[in-house]
């Protein structure tokens, strides 16, 4: 079991930044992914960013590069996600989700990570 807690959002103008944190809990190796999702009203839940918790390897959805900087600290148990740059566009709510062993690389597919946390609201205004 891997127990995850958002923090961090809240309200930006755009062009503005804010970072998100990730606490994570439970059963978390060295392989786990912990990644970024975001949910817009109306829209389907996509993908954003994620680490590898060993911190080799990371993945950036296109429209966040360049913008947001995923890292973690593993001495708190805590992935972060620097926005910078904001947009409106970027207005959702943003979740956190483990994907608790891989391989590889770590995947964009929502379905691939089995827990989540309860999502922290991010609104950015024009």
């Known amino acids: 079991q891997v127990q995850l807690v958002e923090s961090g959002g809240g309200l930006a103008q755009a062009g503005g930044s804010l970072r998100l944190s990730c606490a994570a809990s439970?059963?978390?190796?060295?392989?786990?992914?912990i990644g970024w999702f975001r949910q817009a009203p109306g829209k389907e839940r996509e993908f954003v960013a994620a680490i590898k918790y060993s911190g080799s390897s990371t993945r950036y959805a296109d429209s966040v590069k360049g913008r947001f900087t995923i890292s973690r600290d593993n001495a708190k148990n805590t992935v972060y996600l620097q926005m910078n740059s904001l947009k409106p566009e970027d207005t959702a709510v943003y979740y956190c989700?483990?994907?608790?062993?891989?391989?590889?690389?770590?995947?964009?597919?929502?379905?691939?990570?089995?827990?989540w946390g309860q999502g922290t609201q991010v609104t950015v205004s024009s």
């Open positions: 439970g059963r978390i190796f060295s392989s786990t992914v």
């Open positions: 989700a483990a994907d608790t062993w891989v391989a590889g690389n770590p995947s964009t597919t929502r379905s691939d990570y089995d827990y």
